[in-house]
C-alpha cells in the first residue's frame, strides 16, 4: 500500500515538473525571439497612432533608424575622428600667428583644427615637437603639449 502511494506521488510529481518545464521553454523560447523593430517603425497608420500613444511599460525606447547617426564620437572609414562641426570665430592664421607669439619659437609647421571635448580648438605644431591648443572662438591659448609624433 505504502508503494503504491509513492509511486503515484512520484508520477504526480513528475507530471508537475514536466508541464512547468514544458511552460518555461515555451516562454524562453518566446522571449528569444524579439519582434523586429522595422515593423514597428514603418507602421504609419491610425491603429499604429493609438499604440504610440499608449503607455510604455518596458525601459527599451523604440528607435529607428541608424542608430549612430549624428553620433559625437562618429569616426570616419580609417578610423580617424570625423571632422569637426561649426564655424570657428577665429581663421587659422590668427591661431598661428597667437600661437608664435605664445611659444616664441619660430614659425609653427602645421595648423589644424580639432573637436576636442565638444569644444572646437586649433592645433598649432611647431618643429621643436610642442603642440599650442588655441581656442577656434575666443582666440585665447588652451595650454600646450608635446606633439604625438
Do not use: H
Not at 500613444?53 to 542608430?67: H, I, M, R, S, W
Amino acid at each position: 500500500m505504502k508503494i503504491n502511494r509513492f509511486i503515484a506521488l512520484a508520477a504526480i510529481a513528475l507530471l508537475v515538473v514536466g508541464a512547468m518545464g514544458a511552460v518555461s521553454l515555451k516562454v524562453f523560447a518566446q522571449s528569444g525571439n524579439p519582434p523586429a523593430q522595422s515593423q514597428a517603425c514603418d507602421q504609419q497608420d491610425d491603429d499604429s497612432a493609438e499604440v504610440q500613444n499608449a503607455p510604455d511599460t518596458d525601459n527599451v525606447d523604440l528607435q529607428c533608424g541608424d542608430q549612430n547617426e549624428g553620433s559625437e564620437e562618429a569616426e570616419s572609414a580609417d578610423g580617424q575622428d570625423a571632422a569637426p562641426t561649426g564655424t570657428p570665430a577665429i581663421t587659422a592664421e590668427a591661431a598661428q600667428k597667437t600661437a608664435e607669439s605664445y611659444l616664441n619659437a619660430g614659425t609653427a609647421v602645421k595648423v589644424e583644427l580639432d573637436d576636442e571635448n565638444g569644444a572646437l580648438v586649433y592645433s598649432v605644431e611647431f618643429s621643436n615637437g610642442t603642440d599650442v591648443k588655441v581656442d577656434a572662438m575666443t582666440g585665447s591659448v588652451l595650454g600646450t603639449e608635446p606633439t604625438e609624433d
